[in-house]
Every structure is written in C-alpha cells, then in structure tokens.
C-alpha cells in the first residue's frame, strides 16, 4: 500500500509503512493533546465558495452564471429542487461572516470571486462597480482584522454566455478569463496577496463533461473532459504568468490552482496489478493536472498520454482525444505555481478492470481502466461519496511529495477538507475527522517531512452543494436556511477548531461526545 510511486521499496519505506497501519487515525486510538504541534509558519483557515454562499444572484447588477441559468431552468437537477438564489445570503450578511471568521481565530479566509459579479456579461466592456465594490469591503474588512483572503477566481460559475460558447472546451474562453483576471489583479492586488486560478479543474470537468449530473451537464464523455483540461490548464498558466510579468513586481503575491484528489490504494495491496490500478488512477485524476505544472519535465505524465492515446486508436479516432501543448505550452506551464493547493476528503480502492456496467464508451473511466471500491470499515456519516479515512491524506501528500520535487521548495496547502452530515450543532463525527485527519497531517509533516504549510477547512458554514442541493451540510457554522435570516449557529465542530487553532495541537477530549457544549472559548 503506501504509495505505488516510481521510488522502489527500501526498509526505510517498509518502517514507514508498519508505522502507518499502526497509526489508524481513529479517536478510538487518540486521547489526550496531541504530542506535535503545527509550526508557527502553518496557516489555519477555512474555505467557501461564491455561488454556495453569496445568493444575491440578480441584485447589485450581477449578470448570470451558468448555475443560475441552469438551475433555474432545471429546477428539479438538485436533489431537493433548490437553487442558489439566496443560499447562505452572504451577499447581505458578509460582515456576521467576517466575525465568525474572526471568532475562530483562524489567519486565512479562502473565497471565490463571482466572475459575472464583477463582469454581468463576462466580457470587461461591462464592469459592475456596485459589484466590485462589494468584493472590495470585504477584502479590506479581513485584512483590518489581519486575516489574509485567499481568493479564487474561478469556482465554476462561468458566466452562462460563455457557457453557451462551450465554457472551457471553448480555446477562445482563455483569453476572457485573462481579461477577468487582469481586472481582478488591478482592482484588489493591494489588498489581496494569495491568488487561485481555477477551483479542481479535475472535478469541474468530470462533472460537467463527463456525467450527466451537474451544471449544465453537456454529457460528452471522453472528450468534453479532456479539451476542458487541456484548456483550464491552458487558462491557469495563461493568468500565472500574466501576473507574474504585470504584476508580481509591485504586488509580491502568490498565485496557485486548486487540485482536488481522493487518495489512491491498491484494493489488495499484495497484488501487482492492484498496485499499479491504484498509480494509474492517482496518475489519470491528479498526475493529468499536477505533472504539466508540478513536475521537472512538465506536460501530461507519460501514463495518461499513452493511456488515452492508445484507447483512441483502438476506438478508431484519428487523432488522440487528448490535446497536445505546443513546447511554448508545456514551458509555460511548467512552474506555474507558488504553492500545491489541494482539496481532499476521502479515498477509494483500486483493481484493474477493462470495462464496469456504468462506464461511458469513450470515457475517462474506460481510459483509466480501473474499478473504484470503497473499504466496507470506513464509515459514511453523510454525503454518499465521502468516506472517512484518515490515513488517506498523510499518503496523498507523501505522494505528492514523492512524485514532485519542486515541493521541497514550495509548499503543500490543503485548501478544502471536511466532512458532510445531515445537520444539527453536534456534529461530533465532524470533530472526530477534522481532529483525525488533522492528526495524520501532523504526521506528515513531523515523520514523513513533508512540506505541508497550511489547512483550510471545507467549510466555513453551511452552504448550497451543488446537485446536493441543501440536503447534506459541510459547515463549521449551521445556517438556518428557513430563516429570512439565515442565522448562522457555532457547531461544536467550530469550538474544537478554535481550539485547535489556539493551541497549535489536537486536543483528543476536548469535545467529548458525552459532555454539553462549552461555549466559552468563540465568547
Ligand atoms: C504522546 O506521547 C505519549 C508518550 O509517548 C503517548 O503515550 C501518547 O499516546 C501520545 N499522544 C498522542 C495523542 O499521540
Ligand atoms: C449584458 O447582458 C445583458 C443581459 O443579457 C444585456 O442586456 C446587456 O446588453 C449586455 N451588456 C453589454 C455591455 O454587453
Ligand atoms: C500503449 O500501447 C503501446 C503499444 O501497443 C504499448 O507498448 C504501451 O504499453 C501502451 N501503454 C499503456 C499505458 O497502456
Ligand atoms: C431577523 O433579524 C431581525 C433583525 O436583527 C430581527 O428583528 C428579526 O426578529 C429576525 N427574524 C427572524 C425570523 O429570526
Ligand atoms: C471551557 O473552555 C474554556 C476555554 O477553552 C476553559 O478555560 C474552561 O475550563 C472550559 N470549561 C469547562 C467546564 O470545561
């Protein structure tokens, strides 16, 4: 198990390895404050996103999103027929946000820009000022309060013209999101020092291009997703090294992506050939992204360029459904980030498979070749995808680690992390994995030396899922979406972070699952 990267076993690893299965993760194991703390330099935040917070959707001169558009359209895509009109009204209640920030003591609040907030159209012949303003107070608020904004440009609320023009299948949607980001770059780079492109490209295109489910679903599996990467990628470097020449040398920021990742395990760690799916996947869902940034020689790893090459030609294409970068692409590319954003929650298993009953012809997943599986132990508390396994994360960053040598001089930020329930303040599954998961990146970074140098939590509050509408809730902050009001409650989940935050450890009893609720510690 471990991970299957190209570095061959040695005792050392082997020691690692016995460590780890010891090191199970569970609150079960862990009592008492954790022995390692996080270093000084290590930023604690916690992450939302535009369309799943803000609401606001046709005031203050916004233009539409394709979330806007297509949930409207497409009432019932949700599973409770919601849409994001007014989700958490953060449009309005930004200020009781910014205290709740505040209150939990954290150094970094990651947030997402609505593109057509700023831009109604997407285009920048149209810029809302009653807009930019908006985004503007907030900047200045966090910063008073000495909370650096961590601002993502891109969370998947293209502006529904562009949609209409193929979203990022479309080359041409690159140079309107430089324009975007150039705009964005003038109006707050004073204020704002740590940038993201683009949200998970990785899921994005997943799930609009290759399913059916999410927003607006073009359903155009094995190669939808692929021209969507091939362009996000395109797009990212675009804006990085657009910054880098107009506006590094006044601005001294840092810019990045977010790359999502599950991590990757052998189904029967003893078998070879499980080995390699568990590598073969980690490679055509991370690596696809990662390598063409991350790694000494850039482009797509050579794993995924003769994977889907291969299946084209066998399938009768004349030309590989997946792009090439010019040399131009692959320089530019290559670099293009001052730290590894990573969004992560849970982990699959992995066996090789040449075709599964849901599987699309083409498709990323026939390209992959390999059977995801889930281990009937890890428990499922809420959403129907997330898993708890806690020893996930320490393996993913060491693979990263493992497989990226520019991460010895940059660092790993883990920019999404949580668990879903079903509502309610004591969410004491929710303490359980942030103190579980917490603990194995403390491991990480004090066994295993990885370079992991800050922790957001996935999320701030309770917020609009997406095709999960409101039915399932990620917040540190319960949200009473039957209010007018939308009053946000502490979770005891939000206690145990403070805490956490306070004292740079885990304390293992703090929330006990037994006791009531102290409140004294967000007072
Ligand atoms: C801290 O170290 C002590 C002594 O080695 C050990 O008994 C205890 O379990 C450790 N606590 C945690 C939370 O790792
Ligand atoms: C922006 O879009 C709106 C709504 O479609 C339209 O009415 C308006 O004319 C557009 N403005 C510009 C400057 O393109
Ligand atoms: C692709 O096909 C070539 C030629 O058949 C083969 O040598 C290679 O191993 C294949 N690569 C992958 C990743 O399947
Ligand atoms: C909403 O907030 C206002 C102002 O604080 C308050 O007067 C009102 O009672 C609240 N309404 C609800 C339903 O909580
Ligand atoms: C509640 O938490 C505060 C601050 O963390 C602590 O000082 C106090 O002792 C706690 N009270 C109880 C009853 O545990």
Known sequence: MWSSSAVAPNTAVLLTLSLLQLAGGSSDVNSGISNYSFPDDFIFGVSTAAFQIEGGW?????????????????????????????????????????????????????????????????????????????????????????????????????????????????????????????????????????????????????????????APAFNAPGLGVYLCTHNSLLAHARVYRMY?????????????????????LPKDPNKPEDVEAAENYLQMNLGMFAHPIYSEEGDYPRVVREKVNNMSRLQGYSRSRLPYFTDEEVTALRGSADFFGLNHYTSELLSPSVMEPNWKVPSLAQDTGVKME????????????????????RKLVNWLQNNYKILKKIPIIITENGLTDFGGTKDYDRVDYYNDYLYQLLLAIHEDGCNVKGYFCWSLMDDMEWGDGYTIKFGLYSVDFNSPNRTRTPKLSAYNYANIVRTRRIDFDYIKRSEGLNTTALK
Not at 246 to 263: H, N, R, T, W
Not at 388 to 393: L, W
């Open 374 to 393: 889930t281990d009937p132990s890890w428990p499922m508390p809420g959403a129907d995808w997330l898993y708890v396994y806690p020893p996930g994360i």
């Open 58 to 214: 046709n005031e203050g001169g916004k233009g539409e999103s394709i979330w806007d558009t297509y949930l409207h359209e497409h009432p019932t895509v949700t599973k409770d027929h919601s849409n994001g009109d007014v989700a958490a009204d953060s449009y309005h209640h930004y200020m009781e946000d910014i205290e709740m920030i505040k209150k939990l003591g954290v150094q970094g609040y990651r947030m997402s820009i609505s593109w057509t907030r700023i831009l109604p159209n997407g285009t920048d012949n149209n810029i809302n000022q009653e807009g930019v303003k908006y985004y503007r107070t907030i900047f200045e608020e966090l910063v008073k309060a000495n909370i650096t904004p961590v601002v993502t440009l891109y969370h998947w609320d293209m502006p529904t013209p562009f949609m209409n023009l193929g979203g990022w299948t479309n080359a041409k949607v690159v140079d309107y999101f430089e324009d975007y980001a150039r705009l964005a770059f003038n109006l707050y780079g004073d204020l704002v020092k740590m940038w993201l492109t683009l949200n998970e490209p990785h899921f994005h295109c997943f799930s609009v291009y290759e399913t059916d489910v999410l």
């Open 244 to 264: 880098e020449k107009e506006f590094k040398p006044d601005q001294k920021g840092k810019v990045s992506i977010v790359l999502d990742a599950s991590m990757g």
